[in-house]
């Protein structure tokens, strides 16, 4: 019997949200403990050797992964959440959607200058997002120590966007 990986516990679905998408699921492998401890696992094992000062999650499914890896860490976990959902002072950050924009708020006291931060999300498409909340941690202060992503669609582009800016890049599947 071979031993399942974390791409075995995510499922595709057609047409989701609209026509010609292929979504990648990720709610089968946050729903099996050993899918979502092998996942959370191997976010960590690149950073085994590193300090990270916190965790910084970006909306929605990136809460979920950054709450465990923070905790496993015993880290805080900063939230990057979409505009006018933070309730105190906030920085803004826009970026470009295939159509139109959208824009990533911080709290504006949520990373000291100098912490050494590790962004946590799902899924690596255009690299929009994880930009988006890079230069918000950065206009911190904080130091980006990686980006980590469960899944990365490599066509799109995500991870060359996010190296030229000079950030390390793990994703566990493609
Ligand atoms: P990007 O900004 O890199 O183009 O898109 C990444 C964002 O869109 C992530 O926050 C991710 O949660 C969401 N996303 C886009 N496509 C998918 C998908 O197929 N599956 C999941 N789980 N998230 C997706």
Redesign the pocket.
């Given at each position: 019997m071979t031993r399942k990986t974390v791409r075995d516990y995510i499922r595709?679905i057609p047409d989701?949200p609209t026509p010609g998408?292929?979504?990648?699921?990720?709610t089968t492998l946050l729903a099996d403990p050993r899918g979502f401890r092998m996942c959370v696992d191997q976010i960590l094992h690149p950073y085994a050797d590193q300090r990270i000062d916190k965790v910084v999650g970006?909306?929605?499914?990136?809460f979920i992964l950054g709450g465990a890896v923070a905790h496993q860490l015993n880290k805080g976990l900063v939230l990057v959440r979409k505009k006018g959902k933070l309730p105190a002072a906030t920085l803004s950050q826009d970026?470009n959607?295939e159509y139109g924009s959208a824009t990533m708020e911080i709290h504006d006291d949520a990373l000291q200058a100098g912490e050494r931060v590790l962004i946590v999300?799902?899924?690596?498409?255009?690299?929009?997002?994880?930009?988006?909340g890079i230069k918000l941690c950065e206009r911190l202060g904080a130091e980006v120590v990686g980006c980590s992503f469960?899944?990365d669609?490599p066509d799109?582009g995500?991870r060359e966007r996010l190296t030229a800016l000079g950030i390390a890049v793990d994703a566990l599947c493609a």
């Open positions: 595709t989701f998408i292929m979504f990648r699921d990720i970006l909306e929605a499914r990136g970026y959607l999300d799902d899924l690596l498409a255009t690299g929009g997002t994880a930009e988006a469960i899944v669609l799109l995500g």
